[in-house]
Every structure is written in structure tokens, then in C-alpha cells.
């Protein structure tokens, strides 16, 4: 029998209760919130049965977060005009409870203003349903988990459910992430507990299942027979603008590999699942972390770009990478020989984030191919969202003159009324239906910081340095050079040009 589709899902009964945790900071106001006001504006999350509850230090009243949000609820495509009556329809639902997060006097509160929602739309006590957000960073995580576990919890005997959704970084190595996942294991089981990784959320990461397993195309080229190599880049036009404090203590490799490109990596090498249960998919995920080998000294480029210790909260001698280019090997069957290039940067040329899975040279070449580049699969994750495959063609003309074109699946053309949604929306509505899927497991979580510690140790102990790069450039040019050496080819004078509409 084949797994139910989404649209099967069925709602389950019972009010909801959404307490996000944080709700003074950054992430509430700019991800959480306006992902929750997108989720009510569709439909997925209704008045009847969800509140929303802010909680954070900071005294308020729930007039005050409401005006506070407001500015961030954008309408989305085609929402404008009635944009207004959305907004009034969901800052009502939002209360908000003061507290700190290491207390009981709050979190008693807080239990004594959700209990109360609870019996008013249900004074014989049904079952209900609590997911507790933590906007908030790792460190205040193991006291506010004591504090839900003590006083937060589900109590209905009619049924239910608790939940607790936990932003990264989940730890800065093995030992402290180990330390964390077991305070907060010994409090909730492990199918209560959904550590997010936005880029699991993303349109094209989640299409990267239904490229590889439903595409039979796929089948036979994907494995090292005719894979050369895959690139996984993630790259930013602009620096740390104002995190410098966190971005100093974490740097590149922990803020964007470890999680975002790794989590990319299982998608693009795992073999395929026994079903699309989430623990089937997670089993293929671990299996391939468990196959990293060690990362060699020679294939790792990490860089600082220049200027980035002028930022006050940045001390003068920081070795902290603000870029890194690393080589990662799969010892396995499918990928034994075929080098993964994780990279990433701030502060350089151009903004993108991308997977580049580049095939093999033609065997018996006669049409003196090695000039115009080798075929490749491309998935655009951000932005210009795309899928397209560069191939060699016969350019349009009397002679016998090849060319490199693509085949190209631009989201932006060929999905015009449809709305992308954002990937906080979709990771959300995930937890609500209690599909952990998209959400890191703990031995999955183990196993990516095992391959990431020993060169994050000797990167903090200044074994390995930061090379400097100039801003808006791509990043030191050892990064290139190394990326060469491991077998990439790039190709020079061909460049991919998102379509426009007018061209349909």
C-alpha cells in the first residue's frame, strides 16, 4: 500500500496551542510569526482551533507584540487586497505571557493562560495540543525544556500531544551537542522533539526525493560510474551586518555546512528509502553520514574576507572563517571516488545556493568536447529557484558547431500563479501533523558532528588558518585550485540566464 498523500491527511481533533518562545527576538518577529500568519491566511491553522501564545522577558501587553509584528506580516502574491482583513483576523489570536526562562512563577503563567484557552473551547476537558517554539538561543534551552516538562505539558486525559521545535546551532562540536541532546533527551522522547533545519524546508530540497526515486532517467547515471564530482554551495553578497558576536563564536562551517549543506548531502547520496515513512528516510540519511570519511588537511580551504575583525564585536585576531571550501568522501559502492565539494562564504561575488552535480567526460570523444564543458545537473535552490541540465548541442547553423544549452525548469515560468511557500511554513505545519521528516534526528545530529569536530578543533586552536579574500570576490583562490584538483571542470564562457516570462 503506498504512503498517504498530504492532501490525505486527516486534522485531528482538538484546540491547538502555539507557544513561541522568544517572542521579543529577531527570529520570532522576522521567521516564526509571519510563518504562522501564512499558515492561518491558507487555511491550515484556523481561529476556531489554534492560539498563539509569545512569551519572553521583555513586559508587554499582547496590544504591544501585536503592533510590533504587524510591520512584518507581508501579504504574499496575489493576497494585497485583502491583506488588511488577514492581518485582523490573526493578531487576535496572539497573547502574549512575561517571564523569565529559568523560573516558575513565568511558566505557571503561561500553563494557568493556556489551560484557560483550553477550557474555553472545550470546558469538559478534550483532548488538546501543545507546540512549544523555541525562538531562542541553545543555551537557555535545557532550563526552559525543565520548565515546559515541569509545568507545560499536555494534561488533557482525552488525548493529545506535546512538542517542542529547537532552532540550531544544536551545540559546537560533538561532546557539547552530545551534552545538549541528552538534557533535553531525558526530559521528552525523541518523537517529541523536532530540531529544524529551515533548508529542509525549501521547495527544491524537498523535490530533490521526487527527482532522484521518481525519474527513472536518473536511476542508471547517478553513482560514480559517471558522476566526476558534486558541488553544494552556499554563497552571500554580504556580511555579517551586525551578528558579529554570534558569527565570531560559531564562524562558517558550524553556521551553514555542518546542518544546511550536510542535510543537502544525505538528500543527493542516500539510497533510496524501503517507503517515504520518516524514519525510513532518516535511516538512508544516517547511513550516509556514517560513510564520511575522515576530512583530509589538504582538501580544506577556509577563509576570513577582509575587513570582517574591523566589526567591534569581532576580536582583532579572530581566526573564525567567514568562508570555507571542504571535500567530503562517501565510502560506499554508489560513491566510492566521487569527491563532494561543500562550500560556502560570506561577502562574495554573488548570492546563491546551489547543487552541481557534474557527470563525467565522453568516452570516445569525436566531437572535441572537452573545450565547451561537460554535461551537468543543476538544482538552483536560491534564488531564481530552478532545475536545469547543461548539454552539448549542434548550434543552428550550416557547419557542424556544437554548443552548450541546458533543458530548463524555471520555477519563476513554469509555476506562475503558484505560490513557493516559505520553508519555516512548511516545517511548521510538520510539526503540527507530527511529521518529523524534514527534522534532525539525534544519531543523525551525532553523526554529522563526529565528521566536523576534529577540523573545527584545529580551526579554534589555530592549526588551521584562515586565509584572507578580498570582499565581492569568490573566496581565497586556493578554493578554486582545489576544487580543480579533485576533478571539477569549469566551464568558461557559458553562463545560465533565468528566463523571463515575456519569453514564454
Known amino acids: 500500500m503506498g504512503e498517504p498523500a498530504l492532501s490525505d491527511y486527516q486534522p485531528e481533533i482538538g484546540c491547538l496551542s502555539i507557544i513561541v518562545l522568544g517572542a521579543s527576538g529577531d527570529l520570532a518577529k522576522k521567521k516564526t510569526f509571519p510563518a504562522l500568519f501564512h499558515l492561518h491566511r491558507q487555511g491550515f491553522i484556523e481561529s476556531h482551533d489554534v492560539h498563539i501564545f509569545g512569551y519572553a522577558r521583555s513586559k508587554m501587553s499582547d496590544d504591544d507584540l501585536r503592533d510590533r509584528l504587524r510591520g512584518y506580516l507581508t501579504p504574499c502574491k496575489g493576497c494585497k487586497e485583502t491583506h488588511e482583513e488577514d492581518v485582523s483576523k490573526f493578531l487576535p489570536l496572539i497573547k502574549y505571557v512575561s517571564g523569565p526562562y529559568d523560573a516558575d512563577e513565568g511558566f505557571l503563567s503561561l500553563d494557568e493562560e493556556i489551560s484557560a484557552y483550553e477550557m474555553s473551547k472545550d470546558d469538559k476537558g478534550g483532548p488538546s495540543r501543545r507546540l512549544f517554539y523555541l525562538a531562542l538561543p541553545p543555551s537557555v534551552y535545557p532550563p526552559v525544556c525543565k520548565m515546559i516538562k515541569r509545568f507545560c505539558m499536555n494534561k488533557s486525559a482525552e488525548g493529545g500531544w506535546t512538542r517542542v521545535v529547537v532552532e540550531k546551532p544544536f551545540g559546537k562540536d560533538l561532546n557539547s551537542s552530545e551534552a545538549l541532546s541528552t538534557q ?49 554551495v552556499f554563497k552571500e553578497d554580504f556580511g555579517i551586518e551586525g551578528r558579529g558576536g554570534y558569527f565570531n563564536e560559531y564562524g562558517i562551517i558550524r553556521d551553514i555546512l555542518q546542518n544546511h549543506l550536510l542535510q543537502v548531502l544525505c538528500l543527493v547520496a542516500m539510497e533510496k528509502p524501503v517507503s517515504l515513512k520518516p524514519e525510513h528516510i532518516r535511516d538512508e540519511k544516517v547511513k550516509v553520514l556514517q560513510s564520511v570519511l575522515p576530512i583530509k588537511d589538504d582538501e580544506v580551504v577556509v577563509g576570513q574576507y577582509e575587513g570582517y575583525t574591523d566589526d567591534p564585536t569581532v576580536p582583532k585576531d579572530s581566526n573564525t572563517p567567514t568562508f570555507a571550501t571542504m571535500v567530503l568522501r562517501i565510502h560506499n559502492e554508489r560513491w566510492e571516488g566521487v569527491p563532494f565539494i561543500l562550500k560556502a562564504g560570506k561577502s562574495m ?115 588551521v588558518q584562515s586565509l584572507p579574500y578580498k570582499p565581492g570576490s569568490r573566496g581565497p583562490e586556493q578554493a578554486d585550485k582545489l576544487a580543480e584538483k579533485v576533478g571539477y571542470v569549469q566551464t568558461h564562457g557559458y553562463i545560465w540566464t533565468p528566463p523571463t516570462l515575456s519569453a514564454v
Do not use: C
Request: avoid cysteine; charge should be neutral.
Open 184 to 232: 533535553i533527551g531525558e526530559l521528552f522522547d525523541e518523537s517529541q522533539i523536532y530540531r529544524i533545519d529551515h533548508y529542509l524546508g525549501k521547495e527544491l530540497v524537498q523535490n530533490l526525493l521526487v527527482l532522484r526515486f521518481a525519474n527513472r532517467l536518473f536511476m542508471p547515471l547517478w553513482n560514480h560510474d559517471n558522476i566526476s564530482n558534486v558541488q553544494i
Open 349 to 463: 561575488k554573488s548570492r546563491k545556493a546551489e547543487i552541481r552535480v557534474q557527470f563525467k567526460d565522453v568516452p570516445g570523444d569525436i566531437f572535441n568536447l572537452k573545450s565547451k564543458g561537460r554535461n551537468e545537473f543543476v538544482i538552483r535552490l536560491q534564488p531564481s529557484e530552478a532545475i536545469y541540465m547543461k548539454l552539448i548541442v549542434k548550434e543552428p547553423r550550416l557547419e557542424m558547431k556544437t554548443a552548450q544549452s541546458e533543458l530548463d525548469l524555471s520555477y519563476r515560468q513554469r509555476y506562475q500563479e503558484v505560490i513557493i511557500p516559505e520553508a519555516y511554513e512548511r516545517l511548521i505545519l510538520d510539526t503540527i501533523r507530527g511529521d518529523q521528516q524534514h527534522f534532525v534526528r539525534r544519531d543523525e545530529l551525532k553523526a554529522a558532528w563526529e565528521i566536523f569536530t576534529p577540523l573545527l578543533h584545529k580551526i579554534d586552536s589555530n592549526e
